[in-house]
């Protein structure tokens, strides 16, 4: 079936620790996302693909960095610039050409820092 | 730029009742608007989605929601709730171009009692 797969689904983190997170589409779509969600603040934007080598900064990147070399594979590090970094992360992808702005997304990878 | 206004970060109703969950939005071009459900620890999942064919658009679960163009509204409804409706609900918006960020609200939980 396809779909998108993230892993870990939990990961524990020590303070000043980076940790990477997994997003791997089979859907061939061309753009992913990365979203952080918190409580009661909705979803979040951190960074997005469009294309492969290509990537955008978006609303809350600090702390975060992320990579496009393969069209299925986008994953996110969290690094220990980052300051509040115990969240629920998603990943989500869609298509570009003739799209109508749908995203689909992973189940979702919890990061706990102790 | 667009945004997205829930109003109530929680509903409950009981089994049975209306279910009737509130977005406005703005935007500067015709927007896409969508309708996602996310359960506990999952990712999000499409309950509906508005691109500007009918303004009243039907859904999986039961779900519909009606654009209201004078109103920038897209009030998500459900005639009978069940209980295997408590979820969170989120309302976006995208601003059509050919790659996607959705503006997401914050969120609606919806609580359904016995």
């Known amino acids: 079936d396809g779909g998108i797969t993230q892993s870990p689904k939990y990961l524990f983190r020590k303070e000043g620790q980076n940790v990477t997170l997994s997003c791997e589409q089979n859907l061939n779509h061309d753009a992913m996302y990365w979203y952080r969600q918190d409580p009661g603040q909705g979803l979040r934007l951190i960074y997005y693909s469009q294309i492969v080598n290509d990537f955008q900064k978006g609303d809350i990147a600090e702390g975060y960095s992320v990579s496009r070399e393969k069209k299925e594979s986008f994953p996110l590090t969290v690094t220990s610039a980052q300051k509040n970094p115990t969240a629920f992360y998603l990943c989500?992808?869609?298509?570009?050409?003739?799209?109508?702005?749908?995203?689909?997304f992973g189940e979702g990878s919890r990061l706990t820092v102790l | 730029a667009q945004s997205v206004t829930q109003l109530g970060s929680h509903v409950s109703v009981s089994e049975g009742a209306l279910v009737l969950l509130r977005c406005n939005y703005s935007?500067?071009?015709?927007?896409?608007l969508f309708w996602y459900v996310q359960y506990p620890n999952q990712g999000l999942q499409l309950l509906l989605k508005?691109?500007?064919?009918?303004?009243l658009v039907k859904g999986i679960n039961g779900f519909e929601a009606e654009f209201k163009k004078s109103e920038t509204s897209f009030h998500l409804t459900k005639p009978s709730a069940h209980m295997s409706d408590a979820a969170e609900y989120f309302c976006?918006?995208?601003?059509?171009?050919?790659?996607?960020?959705?503006?997401f609200g914050k969120g609606t939980m919806l609580l359904v009692s016995p």
């Open positions: 976006a918006v995208s601003d059509r171009r050919g790659y996607s960020t959705l503006t």
């Open positions: 935007s500067s071009v015709p927007p896409y």
């Open positions: 508005y691109t500007s064919a009918a303004t």
């Open positions: 989500a992808s869609s298509i570009v050409t003739g799209q109508t702005g749908e995203l689909f």
